[in-house]
């Protein structure tokens, strides 16, 4: 097959916040991915789409279907800019339409299909102002988010808050840097879990991965935050957490986990792969944080890769997976 390799590249932009480019991908990540689909005899051409005309690179390219990565630009549903521009080209890609990643991007929309679905999330309140009075219901602490944001931007250890003073404070300061509403939920004092969703003919749930945050004692970080995964296995700041895949759940609690993020995945309408990250409570309820469309596939770093070596692929076997259910979906193969 002739492919695009649809991407954002990772920059280094001090006039930026840290956190910028986070969601982005590394060159070795897209290096990797052209490897993957080369050594299975598909000719690749990566498309930084920073530096194109959409629409006319699309229009006048023949390729058969596009690998998607991108995260778009600065829109509020920018991860459903590439797809869109794809379908309106009859175009066929990988991974999930532009209203799945558009509600998937949103955190609070996705929610409520979470609960409608009668899937468990932490309850939860949108700051759209920072004068708005806090819901008596919710129960301290509490986490503040960036309610449109992806790979944790704007969370640190101060985004866990225990006082209503602290809460607007965070509330502010979060408006001010990423000019969105806020989402503010209930923190689930837990075990951190992420759960890989992959279609290929049929539905697979990869192992479930596990984070233990417990010896990042210096950092005072017991969860992902975006320091947590940009400097991942740093010593001196405290960042390293242990991962277990599988996780260490006895068999109900790992069905229980794993049925959680398969309806997650279905009530967005995901397809191909997905990612959802998972607080399981210390009374066994597997409380979904949010689901990501789009993981990241970096084969070293990412977690996806590591829940889908742990069920005994490759990565090259992985990326041509992800390729073939958009194919078969599609009418390619």
Same mark, same amino acid.
């Given at each position: ?20 480019? &986070?969601?982005? =991908? #590394? ?9 993957? @689909?080369? +050594?299975?005899?598909?000719? %690749? ?116 808050? &225990?006082?209503? =003073? #602290? ?9 001010? @840097?990423? +000019?969105?509403?806020?989402? %503010? ?116 770093? &990412? ?31």
């Amino acid at each position: 097959m002739k492919i695009a390799l649809t991407y954002n590249l990772k920059e280094e932009d001090k006039t930026k916040p840290p956190d910028y480019f &986070s969601e982005f =991908d #590394s060159r070795d990540t897209i290096n990797a991915i052209v490897s993957a @689909l080369e +050594k299975k005899g598909h000719t %690749v051409y990566p498309v930084d789409i920073k530096y194109i005309n959409l629409f006319s690179y699309f229009k006048n390219s023949r390729i058969d279907i596009v690998f998607n990565i991108a995260e778009g630009t600065n829109s509020k549903f920018r991860e459903s800019e590439i797809p869109a521009v794809l379908d309106y080209l009859d175009i066929p890609y990988t991974g999930s339409n532009p209203l799945s990643l558009g509600l998937a991007l949103n955190k609070a929309l996705a929610k409520k299909i979470l609960k409608s679905e009668d899937i468990p999330t932490p309850s939860f309140q949108v700051f759209r102002k920072s004068n708005e009075k806090l819901d008596p219901h919710l129960r301290f602490p509490l986490i503040v988010k960036p309610n449109r944001e992806g790979s944790s931007k704007g969370i640190d250890v101060s985004n866990v808050v &225990s006082t209503q =003073d #602290s809460l607007y404070l965070k509330i502010i300061e979060i408006q001010n @840097l990423y +000019k969105q509403e806020v989402l %503010v939920e209930e923190f689930i004092d837990g075990k951190e879990l992420s759960v890989g969703i992959l279609e290929n003919g049929k539905t697979t749930i990869l192992p479930i991965l596990e984070i233990d945050f417990s010896e990042c004692i210096k950092s005072g970080e017991y969860f992902y935050s975006w320091r947590m995964k940009e400097y991942q296995g740093n010593i001196e700041l405290g960042l390293t957490p242990q991962f277990y895949c599988p996780a260490r759940l006895d068999t109900e609690t790992e069905e229980l986990v794993k049925q959680a993020a398969l309806k997650a995945h279905q009530a967005l309408g995901c397809f191909d792969i997905s990612r959802t990250d998972i607080r399981l409570s210390r009374d066994n309820v597997p409380y979904v944080l949010e689901i990501n469309p789009l993981p990241g596939l970096n084969p070293k770093e &990412s977690n996806f890769p590591i829940m889908a070596y742990a069920a005994g692929m490759k990565y090259e076997d992985l990326i041509e997976a992800i390729l073939m259910s958009a194919s078969e979906r599609e009418g390619l193969n």
